[in-house]
């Protein structure tokens, strides 16, 4: 594929349901990261994969949220008894390197908008 | 939390004018990033910018980093109606996570 691609674009949901959304970065990229963006905000970090490691979660805000890649490639950010706080768009982004360096561009999928009810 | 500040939060011009945002931050960084996002193309990336950078140019983009007072600039000339979306201005504290600001909406007025 020619970018990041995120599915569902769109998720309703009842409180309390549980929801999971894919994402599928570009081929080859090492890093993944997760950002939750808020109606008028601008995107908040989540969490960050390099390969299957899941390096940093300090942006989750609560253990609800959880988020895996298995294989190193796809991704799923899973949201358990949503709440309406959770209503946000959810962003993936994939980056071709990790590591330390000071620049590694990341491409952005165009979202899931979850709307909790 | 995030750790840029743009101004304004919204920003109205006609066509072929020129718009402006500003953006601050906190802590010390590498580097500087704009991002795009309209609802057509999602989150874009426009310019990068380093530490040891004061301007950089990219087509109709103009983006100036005064380290000292933590502050940088996006200057977009010769508008269009195409430039109307969300700007935001991203730094990477660490090695990795973008911290991006609240954006600036632009809307050019044809």
């Known amino acids: 594929g020619a970018g990041v691609s995120q599915s569902p674009r769109y998720k309703v949901a009842k409180r309390g349901q549980d929801v999971a959304l894919r994402c599928d970065p570009i081929s080859g990229h090492v890093s993944l990261f997760w950002y939750q963006q808020a109606l008028g905000q601008g995107p908040e970090f989540l969490t960050y994969f390099q390969n299957e490691a899941q390096l940093d979660k300090s942006g989750l805000p609560s253990d609800r949220f959880f988020a895996e890649r298995p294989e190193g490639s796809v991704s799923t950010l899973k949201i358990q008894r949503t709440q309406q706080e959770d209503s946000a768009v959810y962003l993936c982004a994939s980056s071709l390197v990790g590591g330390g360096g000071s620049y590694n561009e990341q491409f952005f999928g165009p979202g899931t908008r979850l709307t909790v009810l | 939390s995030q750790q840029g500040e743009e101004d304004p939060q919204a920003l109205s011009i006609q066509e072929g004018e020129n718009a402006t945002m500003n953006c601050s931050y906190k802590?010390?960084?590498?580097?500087l990033q704009w991002y795009r996002q309209n609802s057509g193309r999602g989150l874009v990336h426009l310019i990068l910018i380093r530490s040891n950078e004061r301007e950089k140019h990219s087509g109709r983009l103009r983006v100036t980093l005064d380290t000292s007072k933590k502050s940088s600039s996006l200057l977009i000339t010769a508008s269009r109606a195409a430039d109307t979306a969300s700007y935001f201005c991203a730094t990477k504290p660490g090695a990795q996570k973008l911290v991006f600001g609240q954006g600036t909406r632009l809307t050019i007025n044809p």
């Open positions: 802590t010390s960084i590498n580097n």
